[in-house]
């Protein structure tokens, strides 16, 4: 389970432990094993309360050394994810995909995914693991979408 934090509640910046809270709330609901926390800045309870429940911070100042293969593996689960969601269908090959015409990419995910296939090429995690926060950020987009459309029929 991922989950980013892209906003945090508090005026302050900073990713609270109500926050953390929440969210081993929701991984013992749904049986998860594990949580990954990723956010800009956290608090010192935030942090104490995440390693007690093992979940794993990603944050500007710790990032943990991902196996390239599982992060570059996530990335192209959440692709196939993403692109469900948004066109109805996963391509096959890259001409499947209508995101990249006439050499212009015409879709934020098409273009995540071109670069992450780059980064995992050059063995850049650092840049993977960008790569993964812009999807989990458009994730949220599209889910807000959703809801949005949801609450006018």
């Not at 990335?75 to 212009?104: H, Q, R």
């Not at 670069?115 to 693991?129: G, I, P, R």
């Amino acid at each position: 389970m991922l989950r980013a934090i892209t906003e945090p509640k508090s005026k302050s910046g900073y990713i609270s432990v109500d926050s953390v809270r929440e969210m081993i709330d929701f991984l013992e609901t749904k049986d998860y094993d594990k949580g990954i926390l990723i956010g800009k800045k956290f608090t010192n309870a935030a942090r104490r309360e995440m390693k007690s429940a093992n979940i794993e911070v990603v944050s500007d100042n710790f990032s943990p050394n991902f196996k390239l293969e599982r992060l570059y593996s996530t990335i192209c689960n959440y692709v196939e994810k993403l692109c469900m969601a948004k066109c109805g269908k996963i391509p096959l090959k890259d001409s499947d995909c209508n995101g990249f015409v006439e050499g212009n990419y015409t879709c934020d995910i098409r273009l995540i995914s071109d670069n992450a296939d780059f980064h995992h090429e050059k063995s850049w995690v650092d840049f993977l693991e960008r790569d993964l926060v812009k999807l989990l950020a458009i994730e949220k987009e599209l889910k807000r979408a959703q809801q949005g459309c949801r609450s006018f029929t």
